[in-house]
T-cell receptor, first 109, second 113 residues
Framework: DAKTTQPPSMDCAEGRAANLPCNHSTISGNEYVYWYRQIHSQGPQYIIHGLKNNETNEMASLIITEDRKSSTLILPHATLRDTAVYYCIVRQNNNDMRFGAGTRLTVKP | DTAVSQTPKYLVTQMGNDKSIKCEQNLGHDTMYWYKQDSKKFLKIMFSYNNKELIINETVPNRFSPKSPDKAHLNLHINSLELGDSAVYFC????????????FGEGSRLTVL
């Protein structure tokens, strides 16, 4: 089972930052935090991952707390096309990526 | 070029039939996966292969048999289909190591009547 807890749904206004929280209080020292999203019924899409440092790429930023027990995915300027289910995953080992229920983000005009 | 491709995208069949879903990746990845997403939208890992070797085999009925003829292909064969097998099946691949992200196919929607 997934080792993360996320709110089931969130809304965000178009053009504003979307901040999606994730709790992973039982994370181990060598486990990475991954974020994916699934738009409608498409295949999940990788967004970003990190170990302990904050990370940024062209899609999003990932903020990991110092104790690593939680993280926040930030979409700096949400658009309608960012409406999706966002999954926060703690990667258990090389080949094991388990998805939870995720957060359904709705970006509203 | 599609990185991870699955065929067929849609499959409608009768209970009791045997069917296969094929998956191919052209990313040069060593690890491939099958996930099942049911009507409640939970995405569950079923199998993982690394270089043609089975690594993860979740509690899946043995009617489901993955086959990896080479590291670029991971096919899913399902025997004696049941109504509860109706779902979207996603294939994925990744580089080895804990930092290799998964690349997913577009999914194969299986409907068992």
């Amino acid at each position: 089972d997934a080792k993360t807890t996320q709110p089931p749904s969130m809304d965000c206004a178009e053009g504003r930052a979307a901040n999606l929280p994730c709790n992973h209080s039982t994370i181990s020292g060598n486990e990475y935090v991954y974020w994916y999203r699934q738009i409608h019924s498409q295949g999940p899409q990788y967004i970003i991952h990190g170990l302990k440092n904050n990370e940024t790429n062209e899609m999003a930023s990932l903020i990991i707390t110092e104790d690593r027990k939680s993280s926040t995915l930030i979409l700096p300027h949400a658009t309608l096309r960012d409406t999706a289910v966002y999954y926060c995953i703690v990667r258990q080992n090389n080949n094991d990526m388990r998805f939870g229920a995720g957060t359904r983000l709705t970006v509203k005009p | 070029d599609t990185a991870v491709s699955q065929t067929p995208k849609y499959l409608v069949t009768q209970m009791g039939n045997d069917k296969s879903i094929k998956c191919e990746q052209n990313l040069g990845h060593d690890t491939m996966y099958w996930y099942k997403q049911d009507s409640k939208k939970f995405l569950k890992i079923m199998f993982s292969y690394n270089n043609k070797e089975l690594i993860i085999n979740e509690t899946v009925p043995n009617r489901f048999s993955p086959k990896s003829p080479d590291k670029a292909h991971l096919n899913l064969h399902i025997n004696s289909l049941e109504l509860g097998d109706s779902a979207v099946y996603f294939c994925a691949s990744s580089r080895p190591g804990r930092t290799g992200e998964l690349f997913f196919g577009e999914g194969s929607r299986l409907t068992v009547l």
